[in-house]
């Protein structure tokens, strides 16, 4: 079988295009994964309105690595009112950094510090005298709860 110079130049042209095809395929097979990850997410979620909701959340949790946080990511962590936090903070119980041109920041030790100052004993404790100043009705800290430095 023989070829003409004009259908060799053909063939050519469409083998030299090979290269050009294939790197395009895989373009097309990245973009079809991609595709195929959202569509089994949406399956798992319902909906696209879903899956936003599910990655505000934990956008939203993620605070809870940080060093230090906001007042309203700190009254998150601690689970009280920000008027809780900025009490707190008139009172001089909980120290607070005031960084220029922010707000108060919280460093997350000093509020896992805090919130230890409000534990109260168990009744256990109190039957077997661990604590002997503990009397119920007296505080034993400024804020009249038991601090877990007493334990």
Not at 51 to 72: G, Q
Not at 96 to 119: A, I, N, S
């Amino acid at each position: 079988m023989e070829f003409s110079a004009n259908e060799i130049l053909k063939l050519i042209e469409r083998v030299s295009g090979i290269p050009d095809f294939l790197s395009k395929k895989t373009d097309i097979e990245v973009l079809l994964g991609k595709f195929q990850s959202i569509e089994e997410y949406l399956a798992r979620f319902g909906s696209l309105e879903e899956l936003t909701t599910f990655f505000k959340r934990i956008e939203e949790k993620l605070y809870m690595l940080k060093s230090f946080m906001t007042t309203e990511e700190a009254s998150k962590f601690v689970g009280v009112s920000i008027v809780t936090m900025r009490q707190a903070v008139k009172r001089m119980e909980l120290p607070v950094y005031t960084p220029p041109g922010k707000g108060y920041m919280f460093l997350r030790e000093d509020l896992d510090e805090w919130m230890h100052t409000f534990r109260n004993p168990s009744r256990a404790e109190l039957e077997i005298g661990r604590e002997p100043n503990f009397m119920p009705g007296k505080p034993v800290t400024k804020h009249g709860h038991l601090s877990q430095k007493n334990l």
